[in-house]
Nanobody
Framework: VQLQASGGGLVQAGGSLRLSCAAS????????MGWFRQAPGKEREFVAA????????GYADSVKGRFTISRDNAKNTVYLQMNSLKPEDTAVYYC????????????????????WGQGTQVTVSS
């Protein structure tokens, strides 16, 4: 599967952005999806993940209550709605996919994912 992330940009603190990740192929519903981010000089970190059926969702503590992950299997797309953005959210955001036999269950470990998008830059100014 090929992943194309979009929706990044420059926003003021307190603002919102919605990231999208479009997947190629016809088996998108077979993949658990995740969002990760990497700030300059830091390691890639988990942001949010969603199971194949969207029945299971997980978030990093740093984004709980502010970010929402969702998916539309008919459109082969996963989204990350980001509200109340903070300067510390500045990073390159990557979407990732893992083919999963289980309809429930999500993955917060980057090593669990097989496919990665190219990343989209999010910059939050103070």
């Amino acid at each position: 599967v090929q992943l194309q992330a979009s929706g990044g940009g420059l926003v003021q603190a307190g603002g919102s952005l919605r990231l999208s990740c479009a997947a190629s192929g016809r088996t998108f519903s077979s993949y658990a999806m995740g969002w990760f981010r990497q700030a300059p000089g830091k390691e890639r970190e988990f942001v949010a993940a969603i199971s194949r059926s969207a029945g299971s969702i997980g978030y990093a503590d740093s984004v709980k209550g502010r970010f929402t992950i969702s998916r539309d299997n008919a459109k082969n797309t996963v989204y990350l709605q980001m509200n109340s953005l903070k300067p510390e959210d500045t990073a390159v955001y990557y979407c990732a996919a893992r083919e999963s036999y289980y309809t429930s269950g999500y993955y917060s470990n980057s090593g669990a994912y097989d496919y990665w998008g190219q990343g989209t830059q999010v910059t939050v100014s103070s």
